[in-house]
């Protein structure tokens, strides 16, 4: 069996789990647990997605709002060493994704990135700074448009 563990806490990040977690429901031999960091908390900005589009209530919750990151970062690496998942799975450019990223590279579980390769090219940006270290600690990059793929091998990604 191999175990995903996924880590959603955004609005844009509820509307991408929804379609791969029906998909991983109905695949024999993956496993899946998913861990809402809490990121977007309130019911119309969270609860609701997960009514609505159907997506399995998160098996870890952590209602992490201030010191987000870095709180993150603590409390995924501890579901990661408790679940003990094959693969990590990411969506997008937000907190929640930087800090499971770091935190399963850092255990040595693979990651893979979907929306990778996506870039602004403005470092002012805090999602921007959080695709690219992304994209570099993911060994598997799912990109969404033909650009984002450029994008990745103008960085020095194999083709």
């Known amino acids: 069996m191999q175990k995903v563990l996924t880590i959603i ?77 094959d693969r990590l799975l990411v969506y997008g450019d937000t907190n929640s994704t930087l800090a499971g990223a770091l935190a399963a590279t850092k255990l040595h579980i693979p990651v893979a990135h979907v929306e990778a390769g996506l870039r602004s090219f403005n470092m002012q940006m805090p999602e921007e700074i959080n695709r690219i270290l992304t994209d570099q600690i993911s060994d598997l990059l799912f990109c969404p448009t033909d650009i984002a793929v450029d994008n990745l091998i103008k960085e020095g990604f194999a083709h």
């Open 9 to 85: 806490g955004a609005r844009p990040q509820f509307i991408k789990a929804s379609v791969v977690s029906r998909a991983i429901l109905q695949t024999d031999g993956v496993e899946e647990t998913i861990l809402h960091t809490g990121q977007h908390f309130d019911q119309n900005m969270s609860e609701v997605f997960f009514d609505q589009l159907g997506i399995p209530k998160p098996d870890i919750q952590l209602d992490i709002h201030g010191e987000m990151t870095g709180r993150m970062l603590i409390e995924i690496e501890r579901a990661l060493l408790e679940n003990k998942p």
